[in-house]
Protein backbone atom coordinates (compact mmCIF):
# COMPACT_ATOMS: atom_id res chain seq x y z
CA UNK A 1 0.00 0.00 0.00
CA UNK A 2 1.58 3.33 -0.60
CA UNK A 3 2.49 5.43 1.71
CA UNK A 4 0.68 8.92 2.20
CA UNK A 5 1.69 11.70 0.31
CA UNK A 6 1.25 15.70 1.83
CA UNK A 7 2.93 17.37 -1.32
CA UNK A 8 3.06 16.48 -5.03
CA UNK A 9 5.76 18.60 -6.90
CA UNK A 10 5.52 19.26 -10.61
CA UNK A 11 7.96 20.85 -12.37
CA UNK A 12 7.71 21.58 -15.80
CA UNK A 13 11.41 21.20 -17.68
CA UNK A 14 12.57 22.73 -21.26
CA UNK A 15 16.80 22.62 -21.92
CA UNK A 16 17.66 23.78 -18.28
CA UNK A 17 19.59 20.70 -17.38
CA UNK A 18 22.11 22.39 -14.49
CA UNK A 19 19.74 24.44 -12.66
CA UNK A 20 16.85 21.55 -12.49
CA UNK A 21 19.74 19.42 -10.81
CA UNK A 22 20.61 22.01 -8.18
CA UNK A 23 16.52 22.42 -8.35
CA UNK A 24 15.54 18.57 -7.70
CA UNK A 25 19.03 18.88 -5.53
CA UNK A 26 17.08 21.09 -3.20
CA UNK A 27 13.93 19.26 -3.13
CA UNK A 28 15.24 16.53 -2.16
CA UNK A 29 17.27 18.10 0.75
CA UNK A 30 13.81 19.41 2.74
CA UNK A 31 12.83 18.10 5.40
CA UNK A 32 9.11 18.26 6.66
CA UNK A 33 5.91 17.26 4.26
CA UNK A 34 6.11 13.67 2.43
CA UNK A 35 6.22 14.37 -0.89
CA UNK A 36 6.28 12.82 -4.41
CA UNK A 37 8.32 15.10 -7.64
CA UNK A 38 6.85 14.56 -10.81
CA UNK A 39 9.53 16.41 -14.20
CA UNK A 40 7.68 17.11 -17.46
CA UNK A 41 10.35 16.86 -19.89
CA UNK A 42 9.39 18.62 -23.22
CA UNK A 43 10.94 17.24 -25.56
CA UNK A 44 14.91 18.99 -24.10
CA UNK A 45 17.78 18.26 -26.22
CA UNK A 46 20.38 18.67 -23.52
CA UNK A 47 20.41 15.68 -21.82
CA UNK A 48 17.92 16.64 -18.81
CA UNK A 49 16.22 13.56 -19.31
CA UNK A 50 19.78 11.49 -18.84
CA UNK A 51 20.41 13.42 -15.83
CA UNK A 52 17.59 12.74 -14.27
CA UNK A 53 17.29 8.88 -14.70
CA UNK A 54 20.69 8.83 -13.57
CA UNK A 55 21.03 11.11 -10.53
CA UNK A 56 17.62 11.30 -9.45
CA UNK A 57 15.98 7.68 -9.78
CA UNK A 58 12.92 8.83 -7.21
CA UNK A 59 11.50 11.40 -9.59
CA UNK A 60 8.53 10.57 -11.42
CA UNK A 61 9.62 11.48 -15.35
CA UNK A 62 7.55 12.37 -17.99
CA UNK A 63 9.48 12.68 -21.14
CA UNK A 64 7.83 14.25 -24.07
CA UNK A 65 8.62 13.53 -27.44
CA UNK A 66 7.73 17.54 -28.80
CA UNK A 67 7.18 20.87 -26.73
CA UNK A 68 3.43 20.58 -25.78
CA UNK A 69 3.71 23.62 -23.79
CA UNK A 70 3.44 24.72 -19.43
CA UNK A 71 -0.23 24.30 -19.31
CA UNK A 72 -0.53 20.67 -21.09
CA UNK A 73 2.44 19.62 -19.58
CA UNK A 74 1.04 20.33 -15.91
CA UNK A 75 -1.96 18.90 -16.72
CA UNK A 76 -0.02 15.65 -17.82
CA UNK A 77 1.38 15.24 -13.96
CA UNK A 78 -1.73 16.27 -12.31
CA UNK A 79 -3.58 13.35 -13.26
CA UNK A 80 -1.17 11.22 -11.62
CA UNK A 81 -0.76 13.21 -8.18
CA UNK A 82 -1.57 11.92 -4.82
CA UNK A 83 -0.83 14.42 -2.74
CA UNK A 84 -3.86 16.93 -0.50
CA UNK A 85 -1.60 19.75 -1.84
CA UNK A 86 0.31 20.33 -5.49
CA UNK A 87 3.31 22.71 -5.83
CA UNK A 88 4.11 24.21 -8.99
CA UNK A 89 8.14 25.33 -9.63
CA UNK A 90 10.14 26.34 -12.08
CA UNK A 91 13.38 23.91 -13.17
CA UNK A 92 15.38 27.65 -13.04
CA UNK A 93 14.62 27.41 -8.99
CA UNK A 94 16.26 26.66 -5.72
CA UNK A 95 14.03 26.13 -2.61
CA UNK A 96 15.50 27.08 0.51
CA UNK A 97 15.51 25.00 3.40
CA UNK A 98 12.32 24.63 5.29
CA UNK A 99 10.18 26.31 2.95
CA UNK A 100 8.13 23.45 1.91
CA UNK A 101 7.29 22.67 5.32
CA UNK A 102 6.44 26.48 5.93
CA UNK A 103 4.08 26.42 2.53
CA UNK A 104 1.84 23.82 3.71
CA UNK A 105 1.39 24.87 6.83
CA UNK A 106 0.39 28.27 5.35
CA UNK A 107 -2.11 26.18 3.53
CA UNK A 108 -3.38 24.49 6.99
CA UNK A 109 -4.08 27.31 8.55
CA UNK A 110 -5.63 29.17 5.82
CA UNK A 111 -8.45 27.16 4.58
CA UNK A 112 -10.30 29.75 2.75
CA UNK A 113 -6.25 30.56 0.30
CA UNK A 114 -6.86 28.21 -2.83
CA UNK A 115 -3.61 28.87 -4.36
CA UNK A 116 -0.29 31.03 -2.61
CA UNK A 117 2.44 32.07 -3.80
CA UNK A 118 6.17 32.44 -1.97
CA UNK A 119 9.30 35.03 -1.99
CA UNK A 120 11.20 34.82 -4.91
CA UNK A 121 15.07 36.06 -4.78
CA UNK A 122 17.79 36.49 -7.45
CA UNK A 123 20.85 34.69 -7.03
CA UNK A 124 22.25 37.57 -5.04
CA UNK A 125 19.58 37.75 -2.84
CA UNK A 126 17.46 40.67 -4.01
CA UNK A 127 13.19 40.30 -3.82
CA UNK A 128 11.96 39.80 -6.92
CA UNK A 129 8.33 40.82 -7.53
CA UNK A 130 5.76 38.21 -7.22
CA UNK A 131 2.76 39.62 -6.64
CA UNK A 132 -0.03 41.62 -8.30
CA UNK A 133 -3.07 43.45 -6.65
CA UNK A 134 -4.69 44.16 -10.34
CA UNK A 135 -4.84 42.14 -13.52
CA UNK A 136 -3.67 43.68 -17.12
CA UNK A 137 -6.62 45.72 -18.35
CA UNK A 138 -8.16 45.48 -14.70
CA UNK A 139 -9.06 49.72 -14.67
CA UNK A 140 -11.81 49.19 -17.77
CA UNK A 141 -13.27 46.08 -16.74
CA UNK A 142 -15.03 48.16 -13.88
CA UNK A 143 -17.01 46.59 -11.91
CA UNK A 144 -16.76 43.23 -13.49
CA UNK A 145 -13.91 41.78 -10.97
CA UNK A 146 -14.93 43.54 -7.79
CA UNK A 147 -16.87 40.73 -6.22
CA UNK A 148 -13.75 38.82 -5.70
CA UNK A 149 -12.52 37.30 -1.99
CA UNK A 150 -9.28 38.68 -1.42
CA UNK A 151 -6.76 42.07 -2.33
CA UNK A 152 -3.52 39.73 -3.88
CA UNK A 153 -5.24 39.35 -7.82
CA UNK A 154 -1.76 37.26 -9.11
CA UNK A 155 1.25 35.24 -8.06
CA UNK A 156 3.91 34.55 -10.77
CA UNK A 157 3.92 31.03 -11.44
CA UNK A 158 7.24 30.07 -11.43
CA UNK A 159 7.15 28.80 -7.37
CA UNK A 160 2.96 28.24 -6.12
CA UNK A 161 0.92 25.76 -3.96
CA UNK A 162 -2.30 25.21 -4.42
CA UNK A 163 -4.90 22.22 -2.97
CA UNK A 164 -4.83 18.89 -5.44
CA UNK A 165 -9.29 19.35 -5.50
CA UNK A 166 -9.25 22.56 -6.34
CA UNK A 167 -7.41 21.78 -9.84
CA UNK A 168 -9.21 18.64 -10.33
CA UNK A 169 -12.72 20.65 -9.96
CA UNK A 170 -10.93 22.92 -12.50
CA UNK A 171 -9.57 20.37 -14.83
CA UNK A 172 -5.98 21.78 -14.75
CA UNK A 173 -4.17 24.43 -16.43
CA UNK A 174 -6.64 26.01 -19.42
CA UNK A 175 -4.69 24.80 -22.34
CA UNK A 176 -5.43 27.63 -24.54
CA UNK A 177 -1.84 29.13 -22.66
CA UNK A 178 1.07 27.58 -23.95
CA UNK A 179 3.75 29.53 -21.72
CA UNK A 180 2.68 32.64 -20.85
CA UNK A 181 -0.38 33.64 -18.73
CA UNK A 182 -0.73 30.84 -17.01
CA UNK A 183 -0.30 32.22 -13.94
CA UNK A 184 -3.00 35.03 -14.28
CA UNK A 185 -5.60 32.97 -15.37
CA UNK A 186 -5.14 30.07 -12.90
CA UNK A 187 -5.42 32.83 -10.02
CA UNK A 188 -8.33 34.37 -11.23
CA UNK A 189 -9.80 31.42 -12.30
CA UNK A 190 -9.63 30.16 -8.71
CA UNK A 191 -11.00 33.68 -7.00
CA UNK A 192 -13.60 33.05 -9.72
CA UNK A 193 -15.09 30.01 -7.92
CA UNK A 194 -15.00 31.80 -4.40
CA UNK A 195 -11.23 31.14 -3.08
CA UNK A 196 -8.49 33.70 -1.96
CA UNK A 197 -5.03 34.17 -3.39
CA UNK A 198 -2.29 34.11 -0.82
CA UNK A 199 1.41 35.00 -0.28
CA UNK A 200 4.09 33.04 1.80
CA UNK A 201 7.07 35.67 2.26
CA UNK A 202 8.79 33.05 5.02
CA UNK A 203 8.96 30.10 2.19
CA UNK A 204 11.91 31.42 0.39
CA UNK A 205 12.87 30.66 -3.80
CA UNK A 206 15.80 31.74 -5.18
CA UNK A 207 14.69 32.18 -9.09
CA UNK A 208 17.11 32.65 -12.24
CA UNK A 209 14.22 33.84 -14.22
CA UNK A 210 13.69 33.62 -18.07
CA UNK A 211 15.94 30.51 -18.32
CA UNK A 212 13.81 28.36 -21.38
CA UNK A 213 13.59 31.08 -23.62
CA UNK A 214 17.12 32.96 -23.01
CA UNK A 215 17.81 31.77 -26.56
CA UNK A 216 14.98 33.18 -28.74
CA UNK A 217 14.97 36.75 -29.88
CA UNK A 218 13.10 39.48 -27.27
CA UNK A 219 10.42 40.41 -30.01
CA UNK A 220 9.55 36.78 -30.05
CA UNK A 221 9.18 36.42 -26.55
CA UNK A 222 7.06 39.81 -25.90
CA UNK A 223 4.82 38.48 -29.04
CA UNK A 224 4.43 35.07 -27.03
CA UNK A 225 3.48 36.96 -24.11
CA UNK A 226 0.95 39.77 -25.92
CA UNK A 227 -0.83 36.57 -27.36
CA UNK A 228 -1.14 35.34 -23.67
CA UNK A 229 -2.63 39.08 -22.68
CA UNK A 230 -5.25 39.00 -25.73
CA UNK A 231 -6.32 35.10 -24.58
CA UNK A 232 -6.65 36.00 -20.69
CA UNK A 233 -8.81 39.21 -21.67
CA UNK A 234 -11.20 37.52 -24.20
CA UNK A 235 -11.57 34.63 -21.55
CA UNK A 236 -12.33 36.92 -18.47
CA UNK A 237 -13.46 40.12 -19.81
CA UNK A 238 -16.85 40.92 -21.05
CA UNK A 239 -16.45 42.06 -24.86
CA UNK A 240 -17.11 45.54 -24.09
CA UNK A 241 -14.10 45.67 -22.05
CA UNK A 242 -11.97 43.73 -24.72
CA UNK A 243 -12.74 46.87 -26.94
CA UNK A 244 -12.05 48.83 -24.69
CA UNK A 245 -8.30 47.32 -24.00
CA UNK A 246 -8.00 47.00 -27.27
CA UNK A 247 -8.68 50.45 -28.44
CA UNK A 248 -6.57 51.91 -25.81
CA UNK A 249 -3.30 49.41 -26.73
CA UNK A 250 -3.60 50.80 -30.18
CA UNK A 251 -3.74 54.30 -29.16
CA UNK A 252 -0.50 54.09 -26.99
CA UNK A 253 1.19 51.91 -29.88
CA UNK A 254 0.34 54.38 -32.48
CA UNK A 255 1.64 57.02 -30.21
CA UNK A 256 4.90 55.07 -29.60
CA UNK A 257 5.54 54.57 -33.25
CA UNK A 258 4.90 58.20 -34.22
CA UNK A 259 7.37 59.31 -31.28
CA UNK A 260 10.07 56.75 -31.96
CA UNK A 261 10.45 57.14 -35.33
CA UNK A 262 10.98 60.85 -34.84
CA UNK A 263 13.78 59.76 -32.23
CA UNK A 264 15.47 57.01 -34.29
CA UNK A 265 17.67 59.15 -36.27
CA UNK A 266 19.01 61.39 -33.09
CA UNK A 267 19.09 57.81 -31.18
CA UNK A 268 22.07 56.71 -29.05
CA UNK A 269 21.21 53.68 -29.28
CA UNK A 270 19.81 52.63 -32.35
CA UNK A 271 19.11 49.36 -32.08
CA UNK A 272 16.95 49.40 -28.59
CA UNK A 273 14.72 52.41 -30.35
CA UNK A 274 14.33 49.60 -33.20
CA UNK A 275 13.17 46.73 -30.62
CA UNK A 276 10.76 48.91 -29.31
CA UNK A 277 9.67 50.19 -32.62
CA UNK A 278 8.73 46.29 -33.49
CA UNK A 279 7.35 45.95 -29.92
CA UNK A 280 4.85 48.30 -30.83
CA UNK A 281 4.24 47.34 -34.23
CA UNK A 282 3.37 43.79 -32.73
CA UNK A 283 0.94 45.63 -30.42
CA UNK A 284 -0.76 47.60 -33.59
CA UNK A 285 -1.26 44.32 -35.39
CA UNK A 286 -2.76 42.27 -32.52
CA UNK A 287 -4.90 44.64 -31.49
CA UNK A 288 -6.56 45.89 -34.59
Known sequence: MNAPVELSVIIVN????DLLRRCLGSLYAQEGPSLEVFVVDNASTDQSVGMIRRDFPRVALMANSDNVGFARAN???LKA?????VYFLNPDTEVARGALEIMVSHMESHPRVGLAGTALVYPDG?????VEKRYPGQRYAGEELDHLDGDIAWVMGAS???RRHIMAQM??????FFLYGEDLDLCLTIRKAGWSIGFIPEARVIHWGGQSERNHLPKDVFHKKLLAELIFYEKHYTAHTVRAIKRARLMQALWRIITLNLAL???RDRKACRMKLDKYWLTWREMI
Open 171 to 176: SGFDEK
Open 265 to 267: PLS
Open 160 to 162: MIT
Open 126 to 130: TRQSS
Open 81 to 85: CRGRY
Open 14 to 17: YNTV
Open 75 to 77: NQA
